[in-house]
């Protein structure tokens, strides 16, 4: 019998000390960040949405030592906001964080229909052409924790034509 309370203490000692750890950050977020948004690209990038707070937020896109793009970067004084938009309806989730960078759009998205997971990065040019970089493996997303304290982006068709 002391056996068995034995095992029972311990068990829910290690599964109070693993709920209880730090996660691991995103590779091209700094230690004091929180990863709102990171995975990995087939290409071997990483697309990661980092900040300590949502007014701090950044987009990074590249390899660990290697940060193809930093949005905001120091050249982007006068930014635009980074926007909020989400859908939601039966057995469908769809969450986006947009910002326009020159004349490029950027949307980081998460969505998950029927069991189903899809999320990347959709980069818009002004010509309208489109190029989505998907997510492989492992999706950080925490991108519901930015709703309400980002502007909602009224003109995304997931807004439904207007901010609640």
Known sequence: MNRIVALLALSSA??????????????LCTG??????????????????????????HYRFGKPGTIELLYPGPENENRSPFLFAHYKRYQT???EV???NGNTDYAVFDYSEFRKRRAGVRVTTETGREK???CTGKVTSQLQELEGK???DANNALSEGGCR
């Open 93 to 95: 989730e769809r969450r």
């Open 32 to 57: 004091q960040e929180q990863a709102y948004f990171s995975c990995k690209t087939a290409n071997g990038r990483w697309i990661s949405l980092c900040g300590t707070s949502p007014q701090t937020l």
């Open 150 to 152: 980002l502007p909602c």
């Open 132 to 134: 989505e970089f998907l």
């Open 14 to 27: 290690c599964a109070s000390a693993a709920t209880t750890l730090p996660a691991t950050p995103a590779p």
């Open 98 to 100: 947009t910002f326009r």
